[in-house]
């Protein structure tokens, strides 16, 4: 995988934050995961993300890094 810091304004929260957007390769070709790191729970609820955020996967096992090393070849 590639991992991009992408900096990130966000007006709701008046912070800096960073986006750390991996894109994968190989077997997972075509899967790219967005993550920010919060100081606290009420900030992740907050926080309105950018547009081209799809779905939360943050509880999906699949989607986890010691599920996604199991598969890779």
Do not use: Q
């Not at 390769?25 to 920010?36: D, N, Q, R, S, W």
């Not at 993300?49 to 890094?65: A, M």
């Amino acid at each position: 995988k590639r991992r991009y810091l992408i900096p990130f304004n966000d007006n709701s929260l008046g912070k800096d934050l960073t986006i750390e957007l991996d894109i994968f390769e190989g077997v997972f070709t075509g899967v790219c995961l967005a993550e920010i790191e919060f100081e606290s729970v009420e900030d992740a609820e907050r926080i309105i993300p950018p547009v081209w955020f799809d779905r939360d996967v943050t509880f999906e096992k699949n989607y986890h890094n010691s599920e996604m090393s199991k598969r890779v070849i």
